[in-house]
C-alpha cells in the first residue's frame, strides 16, 4: 500500500469468508452485485486460476453498454485472498491501453475471518498519482461500499 | 501463442534445464549471459516468486547506462517455466508505461527435458501488432539467440 498512488477500503462485514469469496468467484453472483445499482453487471465470467480471465460487462439505467472489463487473475487463494489486473489480458498478455483509457488498476482482495464475519480489505493499486486521483474522482469509496451492501445482501440470501 | 502479436524463440541447448534454469534466475549468472556482448547486464536482482521483482540494468561499450529494466515475476515452476511482465511492476503493481516506451511484453520461457540437453522455448507476447514489429526490427531473433549462446557457454563452465 502506498498512498500516494493507492486506495483502499476496509470493513467488517457479517458474512463468512467462504460467502465473500463465492460471491467474487462466481458469475452468477457477480452479475447480481458487483455494479452499485441502478447500473447492472450483465455479463460476468471467471476463469479461477492464476492468468485466467476476469471479465464483467456493465450496462446503464439506459440500457447502454460499457467497453467490457477484462482483466487476468494473478493470485488465487480460496476464502483469502484474491488478486487481478486490468494491465494484462488473460494468460499474462499486455493489455493495450489506449490514451483514451483513463487509469488501469490492480485489485487486492483479502478477507479474514472476523468472529462469524470477515474483515473484508480491497486495496485498488495504480501507476501513478493522476490514475489514483480519477479514480476518487469517479467514487471509489462510496462505489465499492455500495457494491459490498448488495454482496452481502445478497449472500445472507442464498 | 498469437501470431499477429507475439515472437517465439525455440532451440535444443546441450546443457540441461536444471542449468537453464539457473542462468536465469540467479543474477550473478544473469549478469554474464543475459545482454548480448559487446553491450553489458550490470545490475540484476531477482525476488523469485510470483509477485516478485525481475530487475536488470543493461550497460552499452560506451558506458552508456540505459533505463532499468524493472518486471514483475508471474509464474515460478523450477526447472520448467519462468513466466514475467514489464507490464506490472513487482507486487503487481501497473507499470506507468509512458509514451515514449515503445512496447511492453510479456515472456514466457519454457524448458524441456530433450535427451541431456534442453528443448528452450522464449514466447514474447505484446500488446499489439506495433509492438510485435518494433521488437522484431530491434533484432528480437538475433539478440535472444545471441544471449543463448552466451548462457549456454557460462553454464558449460560453472
Known amino acids: ?36 445499482a ?3 453487471t450483465v455479463h460476468a465470467e ?26 487476468c487473475l494473478l493470485e ?10 486490468g494491465a494484462l489480458l488473460p494468460d499474462y498478455r499486455p493489455a493495450d491501453l489506449g490514451a ?8 487486492v482482495i483479502a478477507m479474514e475471518p472476523h468472529g462469524s464475519g470477515t474483515r ?5 493499486m495504480h501507476s501513478n ?3 489514483k486521483a480519477k479514480h476518487e474522482a469517479m467514487g471509489f469509496e462510496h462505489g465499492w461500499g455500495k457494491a459490498l451492501d448488495q454482496l452481502v445482501a445478497l449472500m445472507k440470501t442464498v
Not at 76 to 85: D, G, H, Y
Not at 100 to 107: L, S
Not at 120 to 124: D, G, K, N, Q, S
Open 1 to 36: 500500500m502506498n498512498p500516494d498512488l493507492d486506495l483502499s477500503f476496509e470493513r467488517v462485514v457479517d458474512v463468512p469468508p467462504e460467502l465473500v469469496w463465492k460471491a467474487w468467484t462466481t458469475p452468477e453472483y457477480l452479475k447480481r452485485w458487483f455494479t452499485p
Open 120 to 124: 473484508y480489505t480491497a486495496t485498488v
Open 100 to 107: 483514451d483509457v483513463p487509469f488501469v488498476f490492480t485489485a
Open 38 to 40: 441502478p447500473w447492472k
Open 129 to 131: 498519482a493522476g490514475g
Open 76 to 85: 488465487v487463494v480460496p476464502n483469502r485472498r484474491l488478486v487481478w489486473t
Open 46 to 71: 471467471v476463469d479461477l486460476r492464476p492468468g485466467g480471465k476476469f471479465h464483467t460487462v456493465m450496462e446503464s439505467p439506459e440500457g447502454q453498454r460499457m467497453p467490457p472489463n477484462t482483466g
